[in-house]
Structure formats: structure tokens, C-alpha cells
């Protein structure tokens, strides 16, 4: 008996894309796959449980063919439950792609240890659909890759995006010295930074945390000013040499009448002003997002760690949340609210007074479902998906040949190498030639011991990998 075991996410549409350089394929093409693969899976597995199923196969059944019996075929669902660390992980992901509405794209580049981990999260998926999916499956970033877990990840996230918050803070206050000389220093009226500032003062950002800490630093620059802060963005003449923290040039001193056509009526001051804002205020909210984003996955790591340890305070009344189930998180803005006074289930807005954010119902995560602390454990977990297929193939019988049907490139190479370090061997169909994958085929068919990966001796693989997305996982 062969045993199929298909390691697979439900995903259509958009996933199809990142199997073809070719024009998006119409839903016909789409209908006509999936009923060419049914019919292979109808063959394959041979399950024919009615009388008139049995009396077709035989009708269609060529003079010379061998009478084949039905192959016992029984479906068995695996639900596997996340960890909550793993949740954990997966959460953080999903919010920062929804802060960014779910596009698989930054319009600016920077260097940060966050965008770069976004990244990694993004790297070889079709879109960011597949790279949750992905996410579910395996907990994998950079800095946790080798004998990680799944709570050291969720520790070396945390670490990560507060230095995130400090480097856009620094930004920030960088931006903000530099518009404040140029105010300071224009000679005619240019309310920009006057009106962002007022902005700002009257909780533009919708929230009052964020709201603080950007008022905080906009009192701090005002005092500290000094006229020669300019030395820092500018150099004086043609000749100097002053560079920026990536090593560029710096941009000579704004000095005389704008030469811009959309800028002549303004000095280079003022339109230096104007664009300086503008930056400034993009810095700002990025600088909110961020707070909002590590102030989410901080109570959430809170809820898991200790939520009952009375340590959970609700963002609006500051009462104390006895357990996570009667404490609601809302992933848009990252408060914590109690059930008990606070949180109205059919409310879309914050109840936190000064938060405008609003949450539809999907964005509301009953404390309850996020699990409880899994920190203790020390073991080396591929994730808790990918663990289970391994145990699933240990507990078959020895001897069986077992198919391992995966869909995406990523979750190839992951359940390879979580098979090596079970010392389970297997034949691979997912990578070489034709020629090589036949060969593959038939050394597994016909028992033929292949070296293994691990130490190079020769073993009988009993479990053959194919991409579900690969012509030669159909047979053919």
C-alpha cells in the first residue's frame, strides 16, 4: 500500500501566477487543470465504492489490460494546532503587510533589520497571500536560523523593532533640526512646518501615545536649536568635502532665489522648507506605525506570557485583566482592552478615547485564542506543521513507500531539511533533468538504495518528494 501525504495549502488564483512567465491563465484554462488533475487522482487512487463505478471501469477497461483491484483508500485530516509563539510570529507578519495594504512592494529602499526580515518573509513568494501561508508553516528568520525556536524568534523580533524605533526616532529628530533652521532662518512667510506642527499638537495621528512622543521631540529640537545646525545637512562652499551617515555629498547651503519654475517666487530656504516638510511628515508616519506595531506584538507576547499572571492592564479603563479571555487585542492599533467594560463587539472604532483607528471585526483577537506561554520549551521545532508530517511518516509501518506531495519552493527545501535531521531518507523528483528524475523514479520504484544526505551511506529511500506543481508529480 503507498501512502499519500500532500503537505499543501489551499491557495488559487493569485498563486498560479508563480508558476509561469506567461499571461495570467482564464478561468477555463483554470477549470480545465483542475479536472485533468482530478481524473489523474481518480485513476491513481482507484477508489471505486459504487456498483456503478465498478460496471463503468469496466466497460472503459481495453481487452489487454490487468484486472486491477480497488486500492483501499481512506482521508484522514490532520488539524494541527499552532503553538503560541508560532502564532505569535504569524500575527506579526499579517500586521505589518496589512499596515502596508497587503502590497508586495516599498516604493523606498532602506537598510532597516524590520523591512529587511519583511523581506526575507516576502523573498521567492508570488505575493504576500503565499507568504503568510508560508509563515503559518514554518517560523524561520534571519538571526534564529540555526537550533531556533519559535520563542527565541518571537524574543529576537521584539529586539529588532526596538532598535526600529530607535533608528526612526533619530531620523526624525534629524528632520526635525534640520526644518527648524530652515524656519528659522527664512525671510518670507512659509507656514508649512507651523501648520504640521499644529497638526500634530491636535492628535493628528489619532493617537495619543504616538501623539506625545512626536510632540516630545518636536519641544526638544525648539530648545536646543542653535544657527549652526545647519553644518550637519549642508556645506558651505563648492569645495568642501562634508559627507552624510551613507557617505554622500552633502547639499550645499540654500543661499539666494529658488531656480526651480515652480519655486521662483520662493527663496531656496523657503522651498528647501517646503520640501523638508513634507519629508518630515512622512518620517512621522512611519515613526506612529512603528510605535503602533511594537506596541501590538508586545501585548501579545504579554497575553501569551503572562496572562495570568495579573499583569494585564486594559489601554482604556487601566484595570487589571485577570485572563486572556476577558481581554480582547485589536491588531490595527495594538490596545489591549477588558471585555468586561471596554470592549463592544460591535463597535468598529477604538474604545481607547484618543486611538481613531478602527477595527473591523477580523482585527479583534479574543485574548483566549493566542495561546498560552510554550517558552519553556527547548526543542528544535521546524514548526509545528512540518513537525507533524514528520511524525506522521515515522508512525507508518516500515516498509511502506510513502508520496509527499508540496506545493511551493520555499516549504521544499524546509521539509527536505527537517527530513535529514529526522534521518529519514528520501528520493527527491523536484529538481534534475528528465533523464535524472526517471532514474530518481525507478531506483525508488524498485527498491534500489541510494546514498543519503546525511552521511552519505546507502539506504532505501521509503518516501518520494514532488512538487504539486510540477508536471512529473501527475505521472507522466
Avoid at 514532488?466 to 512529473?472: E, F, R, T
Wanted: glycine fraction near 6%; charge should be neutral.
Amino acid at each position: 500500500m503507498k501512502f499519500l501525504v500532500e503537505l499543501s495549502l489551499i491557495y488559487n488564483e493569485g498563486s498560479e501566477l508563480f508558476l509561469t512567465y506567461q499571461k495570467p491563465p482564464s478561468n477555463a484554462w483554470k477549470r480545465a487543470r483542475r479536472a485533468y488533475a482530478q481524473r489523474f487522482l481518480d485513476q491513481f487512487v482507484r477508489k471505486v465504492s459504487t456498483l456503478a463505478g465498478q460496471l463503468r471501469r469496466r466497460a472503459n477497461k481495453s481487452k489487454d489490460e490487468a484486472e486491477l483491484g480497488d486500492i483501499e483508500f481512506e482521508e484522514i485530516l490532520r488539524l494541527v494546532n499552532l503553538t503560541a509563539s508560532e502564532k505569535a510570529i504569524f500575527l506579526e507578519l499579517m500586521q505589518r503587510l496589512a499596515a502596508a495594504n497587503f502590497e508586495n512592494r516599498r516604493t523606498r529602499r532602506t537598510d532597516s533589520n524590520m523591512d529587511n526580515l519583511i523581506d526575507e518573509a516576502l523573498a521567492g513568494c508570488a505575493d504576500v497571500i503565499q507568504a503568510l501561508l508560508l509563515r503559518a508553516s514554518y517560523f524561520e528568520i534571519s538571526g534564529n536560523k540555526k537550533n531556533g525556536t519559535a520563542p527565541s524568534a518571537c524574543q529576537l523580533i521584539v529586539e529588532q523593532r526596538q532598535k526600529e524605533y530607535v533608528r526612526l526616532r533619530d531620523e526624525l529628530i534629524e528632520e526635525l533640526q534640520k526644518a527648524e533652521w530652515l524656519n528659522m532662518q527664512k525671510t518670507q512667510q512659509c507656514d508649512q512646518l507651523d501648520n504640521w506642527k499644529k497638526r500634530v499638537a491636535s492628535n493628528h495621528y489619532g493617537d495619543e501615545e504616538s501623539t506625545s512622543e512626536v510632540v516630545r521631540l518636536i519641544s526638544r529640537v525648539e530648545e536646543e536649536y542653535h544657527e549652526d545646525d545647519w553644518v550637519s545637512f549642508y556645506r558651505e562652499k563648492e569645495t568642501d568635502t562634508n559627507k552624510d551617515g551613507n557617505g554622500m555629498l552633502l547639499p550645499l547651503r540654500p543661499e539666494g532665489w529658488s531656480e526651480s519654475t515652480s519655486t521662483k517666487h520662493l527663496t531656496k530656504k523657503a522651498a528647501a522648507l517646503r520640501v523638508a516638510t513634507t519629508e518630515l511628515s512622512r518620517k512621522a508616519d512611519g515613526f506612529v506605525n512603528h510605535i503602533r506595531s511594537l506596541r501590538f506584538f508586545q501585548a501579545l507576547r504579554a497575553i501569551q506570557l503572562h496572562g495570568t499572571d495579573g499583569m494585564l492592564v486594559c489601554s482604556k479603563c487601566s484595570s487589571s485583566i485577570a485572563r486572556p479571555d476577558k481581554a480582547t487585542l485589536l491588531t490595527k492599533c495594538g490596545h489591549l482592552v477588558c471585555n468586561t467594560t471596554c470592549h463592544q463587539a460591535n463597535n468598529e472604532s477604538c474604545p481607547v478615547p484618543t486611538c481613531h483607528a478602527l477595527s473591523r471585526s477580523y482585527q479583534k483577537i479574543p485574548g483566549q485564542e493566542l495561546g498560552h506561554d510554550d517558552s519553556h520549551s527547548g526543542k528544535v521545532s521546524n514548526g509545528s506543521k512540518i513537525d507533524e508530517i514528520v511524525e506522521l511518516i515515522k508512525d507508518l509501518p516500515e516498509g511502506e513507500k510513502i508520496l509527499l506531495f508540496i506545493q511551493f519552493d520555499n516549504l521544499h527545501e524546509k521539509v527536505k531539511d527537517a527530513l535529514e535531521r529526522a534521518d529519514i531518507h528520501y528520493a527527491d523528483l523536484n529538481s534534475g533533468s528528465g533523464a535524472a528524475k526517471a532514474t530518481t523514479l525507478t531506483k525508488f520504484q524498485d527498491d534500489k538504495a541510494t546514498k543519503t544526505k546525511t552521511d552519505g551511506s546507502l539506504r532505501k529511500a521509503n518516501v518520494l518528494i514532488l512538487n504539486i506543481g510540477d508536471a512529473s508529480a501527475s505521472g507522466r
